[in-house]
């Protein structure tokens, strides 16, 4: 899989899993946790934490790992904030210059 298709596709996953909530589904067990949007913040959280150590500490390895974590979970959490991957995006594209 082309590398720049990867992000599209796991939002893709993670509003279907949104939209039909699957029992053995990571993604479904946060986005109905009885916490709501805030489990998906503490998650954010919790890997924003151990990916500034890896990165601090410089393990390569370790920060690209807890840098694919940190991505997933800002993703579930925008879902769970009801924002559209789309709306971050454009933001982003506004701000070229
Ligand atoms: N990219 C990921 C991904 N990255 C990390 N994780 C999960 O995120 C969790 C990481 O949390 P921690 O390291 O904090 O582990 P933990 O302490 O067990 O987690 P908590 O109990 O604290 O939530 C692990 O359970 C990982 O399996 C992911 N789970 C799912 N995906 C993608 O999401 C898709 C849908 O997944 P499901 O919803 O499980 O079908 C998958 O096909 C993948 O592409």
Redesign the pocket.
Same mark, same amino acid.
């Given at each position: 899989m082309q590398t720049h298709d990867v992000l599209d596709e796991?939002w893709a996953? *993670?509003c279907e899993?949104a939209e039909n909530p699957?029992e053995? $589904?990571?993604? $479904? $067990? *946060?986005l109905t946790h009885r916490k709501g949007v805030d489990k998906a913040l503490e998650?954010v959280g919790?890997?924003a934490v151990e990916f500034i150590l890896a990165a601090k500490n410089q393990v390569r390895e370790r920060t690209v790992s807890e840098g694919?974590?940190l991505l997933?979970?800002f993703l579930v959490a925008l879902r769970a904030s009801d924002i559209d991957i789309d709306e971050v995006l454009s933001e982003l594209a506004g701000r070229r210059r």
């Open positions: 796991l996953v *993670i899993r699957s053995n $589904s990571y993604v $479904s $067990s *946060i998650k919790e890997e694919a974590d997933f979970h």
